[in-house]
């Protein structure tokens, strides 16, 4: 028990925080060519890991980790958490950078309104963000019609009060490594996957597209050996994306490539998120959430293998290394040669890859709710990975 408070304390006591768009040696994180790092670092219920590396010109993928009081009305008001997202951008960094800025105090506020943590604050707070977007796509149609065409996936995870939450859209991923007695001598750990994925690949997510749009035969299309929504974009859920949500953005001044033939008069996507809640016991170790460019390269049971048979320092780095030779082996070269590569041109190879290790002290649920920081100027810990000098 003691431990546990002291833990507590530490992540009260231990602020952290990296600057929106350039690296700073004070963060606490450190940097080595396009990857990006934090070994570890203290949350109110544990230990976690991050890391990131580039591959597009511009990053693409953001993510957070926030952890203290998730309510807006004080620093120090009930629920208290661990508030984590991954925000894998597509077609620009435009949207994972909104979500970024936004989602989070969405959900404080929701959850001062409520005086809780819950699947519906989360989910307001994923409606309000795409709100959000929505209307700064709308204010800047005629001068940046673009904006209109970038979107991001969105997977949030929220642990408090003893319960993990996990929300998605899109195809990024949650993997939680539990080690159950009956296996334990063995050393066995076994991976659960907790987000569900919204990308056409999946049959029953093109049964979900084909029964909400009958009156479009080509709602999903094979090109090239890949699904897509109307042969344009794999994931069928997303915050943005506005111009397959809107017809009103699916017009000129935007252009030509975009533009849809036939008309629709309902959104092709969707922002809602795939809501799973689990309540934590003894045997759930950590959980791994990451954008599908870590899934590509390894099975969630690899993932959890490595982490739970590696020390926990930099074992998020260690995860996107392990990716990254394995992205090298596919194109039968050495990883030394993959880092050589700029960015741009590392695209070709594997996608903007980012990963959250977060490891859970299960002696420490009871204490959140009983204990109030010291001082709230030094609450919460805040974390966050955005996008590198360009």
Known sequence: ????????????????????????????????????????????????????????????????????????????APPYGTFLGVYDGHGGPETSRFINHHLFLHLKRFAAEQECMSADVIKKAFQATEEGFLSLVSNRFQTA????????????????????????????????????????????????????????????????????????????????????????????RSIGDVYLKRSEFNREPLYAKFRLRAPFSRPLLSAEPSITVHTLQPHDLFIICASDGLWEHMSNQEAVEIVHTHPRNGIAKRLVKMALKEAAKKREMRYSDLKKIDRGVRRHFHDDITVIVVFFDTTAWPLAPLLAPPDPRLFPCKMMMCCFVN
Not at 209 to 235: F, S
Request: hydrophobic residues 40%; charged residues 15%; contains cysteine.
């Open 1 to 76: 028990m003691l431990s546990a408070l002291m833990n507590f304390l530490n992540a009260c006591l231990w602020p952290t925080r990296s600057d929106h768009h350039h690296h700073q040696d004070g963060d606490g994180g450190r940097q080595d060519g396009l990857l990006w790092y934090r070994d570890s670092g203290h949350h109110v219920f544990g230990d976690f890991s991050m890391a990131v590396v580039q591959a597009n010109n511009l990053l693409e993928d953001q993510s957070q980790l926030e952890s203290g009081s998730l309510s807006s009305s004080s620093s120090s």
């Open 145 to 236: 019609p673009q904006l209109a065409t970038v979107g991001s996936c969105c997977l949030v995870c929220v642990i408090s009060d003893g319960t993990l939450y996990v929300a998605n859209a899109g195809d990024s991923r949650a993997v939680l490594g539990q080690l159950f007695k009956s296996t334990a001598a063995a050393g066995d750990v076994h991976a659960t996957q907790l987000s569900a994925e919204h990308n056409a690949s999946i049959e029953s997510v093109r049964r979900e597209l084909q029964a909400l749009h009958p009156d479009h035969p080509d709602i999903v299309l094979l090109k090239h050996n890949v699904w897509r929504v109307k042969g344009i974009i794999q994931v069928s």
